[in-house]
């Protein structure tokens, strides 16, 4: 016998997802555009810890600081946070290579994940008329209504609503409803999966963010703001022959492999077998989708439609501009048709832009000196873009510094790297000797 489903009408906009990104979207829709009901399939977690997402950092730049302002959280989010320098590779011949996240000093702020998302939830449920609902499992979706089926402790009831937000993750079931209705998605797993190590770091300055490159892996700490500890990853390949988390299966195994990765580290880790126990190895999903809207009804946010590798730090703050950017388009317009259609033109771009930096960003960090079969150009650019201070921008500093969209700053990085290729394959090495005055006046440059 089938189950009776009860049926309801909510009282305005449902969002699916109470991670990082649904309680901001609740917050500005909540203030404009009426009432917001957010369904999260998980309790409520303020006030539980799990051993899983105790550590993991997140770093707020530009785009999420801009949120915070406009939701009134940047001051009790800042007191969260630690601010961030720069970073500092620790090479396997024992020297350190240090590049600043800016060329004017400023830093860029990490936050535990855990503590973000509660102060979020916590503003979100005392923002009038936004109402949080958790252990509410969507399962169905009809995008029309637009209606979801919704499943929870007491059974399965139906809710209307006048439009969908999908902030529900890569697992997107917003996203799958749209790809039954023709969307196309791309979605896949990073070849890296990590695994959460703390530890303590004596000697290494807590302004700035430790990585130990070991070609084929990569090891990065954080500093903790709730304990003397550094929040730590080791990222590595999932599978294939070592390093991988395929080759070393058991914790011994993975000690073991880790000391041959980084002899320098083990010495501070007196638990790195426990913590190699019981930790578990998580995976990155990746997320394309060539829809992100439907119709005037409902769009998707956050990692639903963009989720990436991590290494660029902009997963989170780039779904903060979504909700931004929505609402924005939303006050322009005065129309969900013409502002989702917008919405969807500008913010794809930008999301396949950021993930594709991202991926890129990963073979940088990871890579040892002389790895790089573009070294020169590598050096040319750092020279273009002292000699330019204003032209050329350095691409991390146009992600996490700027409001530029992703798209222009990857097109003007882009751009750099043909003029630097050009000069490379004009002068050979001897581009090196180029003076500055030289190169001012060069006509690859005029
Ligand atoms: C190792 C690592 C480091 C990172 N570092 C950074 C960083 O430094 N800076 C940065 O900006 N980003 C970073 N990110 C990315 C960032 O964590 C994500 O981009 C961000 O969490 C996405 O938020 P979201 O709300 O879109 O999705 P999520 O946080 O995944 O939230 C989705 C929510 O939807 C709920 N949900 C899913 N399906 C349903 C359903 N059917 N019904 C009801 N609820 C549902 C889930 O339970 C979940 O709570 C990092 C990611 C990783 C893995």
Known sequence: MTPRVAASQSRGIVVVGAGLVGPVAAMYLARRHGPVTVLEQRPDPRGTSTRADRSLTVILSA???RVMEDLGLAERVRGL???LKGRMGHLPDGSTDFTPYS???SPIWAVERRRLQHLLLDAAAATPGVELRFGQRVHAIDLDGPRVTVGDDSGTHRLSCTRLLGCDGARSAVRAAMVRRGARERVGTL???YQEINLPLPGCDPEIMHYWPAGDALFGAFPMLSADLFAGSVFLRREGPA????AASSPEDRARQFHDLFPQLTAHITDLRDQLAVKPVSTVSLVRCDTWVHGERAALLGDACHAMAPFMGQGMNCGFEDA????RLLDETGDWGAALARYQDVRRADGDSIADISHEHYRTMSRLPGQSETELESAVIRRLQDLFPGRFVPLYERCAFSEQSYASAWADEQALRRVAHALTRSHGTAVRDL????LRRHRLLV
Not at 243 to 246: D, E, K, R, V
Not at 435 to 438: A, L, N
Request: with cysteine; net charge negative.
């Open 191 to 193: 070849e890296l999966a």
């Open 63 to 65: 785009r999420g600081w």
């Open 81 to 83: 946070c630690l601010p």
């Open 103 to 105: 060329r004017d000093g």
């Open 324 to 327: 931004r950017t929505l609402v």
């Open 243 to 246: 390093p991988s988390f395929a």
């Open 435 to 438: 003076t500055d005055d030289q």
